[in-house]
């Protein structure tokens, strides 16, 4: 991997759709400019607000606040190295909590599964794409990546998955390790 950046501006995000009408990700597309990682190092923390109501989900929640801090540092200080790790753990996380979700809600019968499903297999492409594209050399990729695990872990986790919290109970949730859901994610 090249120890430079390429041309690509660090305004350069990847977009997601934001509706179901709108198609997969596209390649980079222009975004206004996102604030300095050093303006915004405010990752959430952990609140009781944020729980789901089940011990092994709000587990990997708190991972992915741990997460979202690790880019923020990693990014602040461009650290090349932890920007890596940090994505490649992102794409394990992002396998494994979303297919531990997912089976739960399927078990429960939970009646919007496939609107969130929808909503996690965007995110899931947009984090494979930036990590594409930074692995392949263009170091700007993962420019506001923080911001933007950051941005979906609020919306997402205070938003939606609170609206199954009615719906999964422990004896729907998959309490193997994680990392063997991303695993079993992987196909």
């Not at 915004?40 to 944020?50: H, R």
């Amino acid at each position: 991997m090249s120890q430079t950046s390429s041309t690509a501006t660090p305004s350069a995000v990847l977009s997601v759709p934001n509706s179901p009408h709108q198609t997969a990700p596209t390649p980079l597309q222009e975004q206004p400019q996102r604030k300095d990682v050093d303006m915004v190092l405010n990752p959430p923390e952990w609140s009781d607000e944020m729980s789901v109501g089940n011990s092994i989900l709000d587990a990997d929640h708190q991972s992915f606040l741990v997460l979202t801090r690790l880019l923020f540092e990693s990014q602040k200080h461009h650290n090349q190295l932890v920007i890596l790790s940090a994505i490649h753990m992102l794409e394990e996380y992002v396998g494994g909590h979303f297919l531990r979700e997912e089976k739960a809600m399927k078990a429960a019968k939970y009646p919007q599964l496939a609107a969130h499903t929808l909503k996690h297999g965007q995110f899931r492409a947009r984090v494979k794409a930036i990590a594409e594209v930074y692995k392949s050399g263009t170091l700007s990729a993962a420019d506001g990546l923080a911001e933007i695990v950051q941005d979906w872990l609020r919306q997402h986790v205070l938003d939606e998955d609170k609206l199954y919290v009615k719906w999964i109970s422990d004896i729907h949730v998959d309490t193997r390790p994680l990392g063997i859901l991303a695993l079993e994610a992987q196909g």
